[in-house]
């Protein structure tokens, strides 16, 4: 079945870029909607943007001038960078994919596959 | 702020049904999705679309939308439905996604 695996430092200083990946096995990265989302210690979700397998991408409006999300389909991998941290930015990261279901009227998208997620602390 | 909603704590007796809301001017034009998360865990899909349930989820969870409100019931709760929930959907622009606050389950 497939699973997804976020790697990446659990340590990053302020300022500094936050660089995590996440890699889909068992199964092909084409034709999905990939995400990544963080969660913030004792807080809620916050979707952070995502990416179409062919490169195309949306973000939060309140990341998007920190945030590069990137994908490596030779590798089955897809990325987030996220610049100029703060210690606001210290939270579990999760990748997910993105399914989109159509209907005869509308289409819409759902989150159906996560990975475990990884810590991130920013931090001196 | 989200722009999406959701009541902070609900609880619910062993065996009883419960409803939890997400309200947001979005659910008008665009479904939500709900989330299950369990300490220590990644969210699991309970419930997307209209009403739709993945492999494996149980029947005892339902979804609806009235309105600017859609609801996750559990008919006939368990205690291992003690989690965190969360809804997302587009934002009002529809270009983005957004996650409401999230709702405490407790099982009495």
Same mark, same amino acid.
Do not use: M
């Given at each position: 079945q497939v699973q997804l695996q976020e790697s990446g430092p659990g340590?990053? =200083?302020?300022?500094?870029?936050?660089?995590l990946t996440c890699s889909v096995s068992g199964g092909s990265i084409s034709n999905y909607y990939w995400s990544w989302i963080r969660q913030p210690p004792g807080k809620g979700l916050?979707?952070?943007?995502?990416?179409?397998?062919?490169?195309?991408?949306?973000?939060?409006?309140?990341?998007?001038? /920190?945030? #590069?999300?990137?994908?490596?389909?030779?590798?089955?991998q897809f990325s987030l960078?996220?610049?100029?941290?703060?210690?606001?930015?210290?939270a579990v990261y999760f990748c997910a994919r993105t399914?989109?279901?159509?209907? #005869?009227?509308?289409?819409y998208t759902f989150r159906d596959l996560w990975g475990q997620g990884t810590l991130v602390t920013v931090s001196s | 702020s989200s722009e999406l909603t959701q009541d902070p704590t609900v609880s619910v007796a062993l065996g009883q049904t419960v409803r939890i809301t997400c309200q947001g001017d979005s659910? /008008?034009?665009y479904y939500a999705t709900w989330y299950q998360q369990k300490p220590g865990q990644a969210p699991v899909l309970v419930i997307y679309? =209209?009403?739709?349930?993945?492999?494996?989820?149980?029947?005892?969870?339902?979804?609806?939308?009235?309105?600017?409100?859609?609801?996750? #019931?559990?008919?006939?709760?368990?205690a291992e439905d003690e989690?965190?929930?969360y809804c997302d959907s587009r934002d009002s622009s529809g270009n983005h996604l957004?996650?409401?606050g999230g709702t405490k389950l407790t099982v009495l």
């Open positions: 340590l990053v =200083k302020p300022s500094e870029t936050l660089s916050e979707w952070i943007g995502y990416i179409y397998y062919s490169g195309s991408t949306s973000y939060n409006p309140s990341l998007k001038s /920190r945030v #590069t999300i990137s994908v490596d389909t030779s590798k089955n960078k996220l610049r100029s941290v703060t210690a606001a930015d210290t399914s989109v279901h159509c209907t #005869t009227t509308s289409c | 659910l /008008r034009t679309g =209209k009403n739709n349930r993945p492999s494996g989820i149980p029947d005892r969870f339902s979804g609806s939308s009235s309105g600017n409100t859609a609801s996750l #019931t559990i008919t006939g709760a368990q989690a965190d929930y957004v996650f409401g």
